[in-house]
């Protein structure tokens, strides 16, 4: 089962991360700190309600009103580069801080195809896609 993983931007603050589904689901501190909401029900209600967010969604990319304003504006599958820079800055973080190390997902959905996680590089690999002919 591969896990989706997410790019998240919030145009109102200039924020940005990644986010896993599965915390869509049950609530995410990255969430939280992006949008300042826990769940991606509330980001879906912030999309229709909140005047500033709207307003700045339209102004980043250039959208003609606000009816053209789609979830996909601020969250989308993440590709391979962009979460590589964020377990990048993650880890030096870490290193900083010296926190314990926290698991990756062992296999990913990302923009770019399937990855797995090696341990032993500290990256995600694209997984061999089988082709019958």
Request: aromatic content about 14%; glycine content about 4%; proline content about 3%.
């Amino acid at each position: 089962m591969y896990e989706k993983l997410y790019f998240i931007y919030n145009p109102l603050t200039g924020c940005k991360d990644w986010v896993s589904e599965r915390e869509f689901n049950v609530g995410s501190l990255k969430l939280k700190s992006i949008f300042g909401v826990l769940y991606f029900s509330d980001l879906k209600i912030m999309l229709h309600f909140n005047a500033p967010f709207k307003t700045a969604i339209v102004k980043e990319y250039r959208l003609a009103n606000e009816q053209s304003i789609a979830l996909h504006h601020v969250c989308r599958l993440i590709s391979q580069t962009e979460l590589m820079e964020f377990l990048n800055l993650e880890a030096k973080n870490k290193a900083q801080n010296d926190n314990n190390d926290v698991p990756y997902p062992s296999s990913v959905e990302l923009r770019d195809g399937y990855f797995i996680w090696n341990e032993h590089s500290g990256c995600y690999e694209q997984e061999a896609v089988l082709t019958t002919v």
